[in-house]
C-alpha cells in the first residue's frame, strides 16, 4: 500500500465521521427516547419580540398580524419591527397598529446592527427576547410555548421553522434539507439532553444573556451560528420546542435558491475556521459532552456536499477496485438515506415530499453553483428575496 492509497482511506475515514455521528444520534433518539413532563409553572413571562427586516416589503404585514393574534396576554409581550430601508407606505400602515418601529439607517446593513440598534432602545423590562425574520409567521400558540419552555429552565429555547410555501418543486427542495436538519439537529439532540442548533429565527433568549453575548458579535452573515457557538463555549443550552412553530418562506426560483445557499456555504468555512476547533479543545478539556457535539457539527460539511463527498468516495472505491472501502461506504450510504426518509415520515410529510426526494440529487447540481459563487459572500450579505404573501388564518385553514 503506497502513500497516495493511504492518505486517500484517512482522508475517507475522517469524512466517514460525519455520517457515523449522523447515525448514532439517531439511533439515540430511537432508542433512548426521553419522555418530558409537561411543565406546572404558570409564569407569563414578559417577551420582546425583534423583527429585523432589511429592504422587505408586503411580506412584513401578515408577519405582524401573526403576532397580533397570538393567544399570550397582549399585556405580556411588545412587537418592535426594525425596519432597514424597508418599502414606506407598507411601514406608514403597519405604523397604525400596536407596535414599535425604529427605522435605522446603517452604512452597512446586518441582522446584527439591526438587534444592537434596537436593544439599545428598548426598555430593559423584559425577561426574554424572541427573534423572527421578516418572513416568518407565528403559530398563535408560538409564545405560549416558548414560555412553557423558558419555565421548564431553559435560557434559550428554539422553536421549529416549518415551511409556509411548498408548491413548487424548488420549495420542497429547499424545505427537503430542513426537514433533516430539524430532526438530526435539534429532535435528536434534544431527546439525548443535548444542545439543540439555532435556525436563525423563531428562538427565545433571556435578555440579560442575550445583550452580553451580543455585544461580543459582529458578522455580516451567520448571525445565529455565532451566537449558538458563544452560547455552547459559556455551557449553555439551547433547548428545543417542535410545537412552538414558526412558518417560514421557501426559495421558489433557481437562481434565490443558489443565492441562499452560497451564503451559508461561506458561512460553514468561517465558522469551521474561527470556532471549530476552539470548541473541539475546550469541549475535551472540560469533558464537556453537549461542546463535543456541536464542535462535530460545526466541522461537518452542509448535507449535499457531505453527500456529494459520500458518493464521490463510493465511486471511487469501485474504480480502484478497493472493495472493503465500497461496502463501507454503501452502508453509511444507506444509513444517511434511511435517516432522511425517516425524518420525512416522523414529520408526518406529505407525497410531494417524498417525490422530491427521489428527485434530491437536483440539490447537488445546484450546490455546484453555490460554491463556485462562494467568493461573492465575503463581502456582501446576499440577501434572499421574500415574495411569498400569505396569513396565518390562511395557512390554519389548510391544516
Known amino acids: 500500500m503506497d502513500l497516495i492509497e493511504i492518505f486517500l482511506i484517512v482522508i475517507q475515514l475522517i469524512f466517514s465521521f460525519f455520517l ?3 447515525a448514532f444520534i439517531i439511533l439515540g433518539f430511537l432508542f433512548f427516547k426521553k419522555e418530558k413532563a409537561q411543565s406546572k409553572n404558570g409564569h407569563l413571562n414578559q417577551f420582546a419580540v425583534l423583527v429585523p427586516s432589511y429592504l422587505e416589503g408586503e411580506v412584513l404585514v401578515p408577519n405582524i398580524n401573526s403576532l397580533l393574534v397570538q393567544k399570550y396576554p397582549k ?13 414606506s407606505d407598507i411601514i406608514e400602515h403597519l405604523k397604525k397598529l400596536d407596535i414599535t418601529i425604529f427605522q435605522p439607517k446603517f452604512e452597512i446593513s446586518s441582522k446584527v446592527n439591526s438587534l444592537k440598534f434596537a436593544l439599545e432602545r428598548i426598555e430593559n423590562k423584559f425577561d426574554a427576547y424572541i427573534i423572527l425574520d421578516a418572513d416568518n409567521l407565528s403559530h398563535p400558540n408560538f409564545l405560549f410555548e416558548i414560555n412553557k419552555s423558558m419555565n421548564d429552565g431553559a435560557s434559550v429555547v428554539q422553536g421549529i421553522r416549518v415551511a409556509k410555501n411548498l408548491e413548487s418543486f424548488t420549495e420542497r427542495l429547499d424545505y427537503l ?3 433533516f436538519y430539524n430532526f438530526i439537529d435539534r429532535v435528536c439532540p434534544s431527546n439525548l439532553n443535548l444542545s439543540a442548533t439555532l435556525s436563525g429565527s423563531g428562538f427565545g433568549i433571556e435578555c440579560k444573556l442575550f445583550r452580553n453575548l ?55 468555512f468561517r465558522m469551521m475556521r474561527s470556532f471549530g476547533p476552539r470548541l473541539l479543545i475546550s469541549s475535551l478539556k472540560n469533558f464537556n459532552l453537549d461542546g463535543l457535539n ?33 461496502v463501507y461506504w454503501s452502508v453509511l450510504l444507506i444509513l444517511l438515506f434511511t435517516g432522511i426518509l425517516y425524518s420525512l415520515f416522523y414529520f408526518g410529510a406529505d407525497k410531494k415530499m417524498f417525490t422530491a426526494f427521489l428527485f434530491s440529487p437536483i440539490i447537488f447540481v445546484k450546490h455546484f453553483f453555490s460554491i463556485m459563487n462562494i467568493k461573492k459572500a465575503k463581502n456582501n450579505s446576499m440577501k434572499t428575496k421574500h415574495t411569498k404573501i400569505i396569513s396565518i388564518e390562511e395557512i390554519l385553514d389548510h391544516k
Open 177 to 179: 434539507t430542513d426537514v
Open 20 to 22: 457515523i455521528q449522523i
Open 214 to 268: 451580543l455585544d461580543e458579535i459582529d458578522v455580516l452573515g451567520g448571525f445565529d451560528k455565532v451566537l449558538q457557538s458563544r452560547l455552547v463555549l459559556g455551557k449553555h443550552k439551547i433547548a428545543f420546542n417542535r410545537h412552538a412553530i414558526v412558518y417560514d418562506e421557501k426559495v421558489s426560483d433557481t437562481s434565490t435558491y443558489i443565492t441562499q445557499r452560497t451564503r451559508w456555504i461561506h458561512s460553514y
Open 294 to 326: 456541536y464542535s462535530v457539527l460545526t466541522f461537518r460539511p452542509p448535507l449535499t456536499i457531505l453527500t456529494l463527498l459520500s458518493l464521490f468516495f463510493w465511486s471511487l472505491n469501485i474504480f480502484t477496485q478497493k472493495y472493503m472501502m465500497f
Open 75 to 87: 399585556d405580556k409581550f411588545d412587537i418592535y419591527l426594525i425596519a432597514d430601508r424597508c418599502e
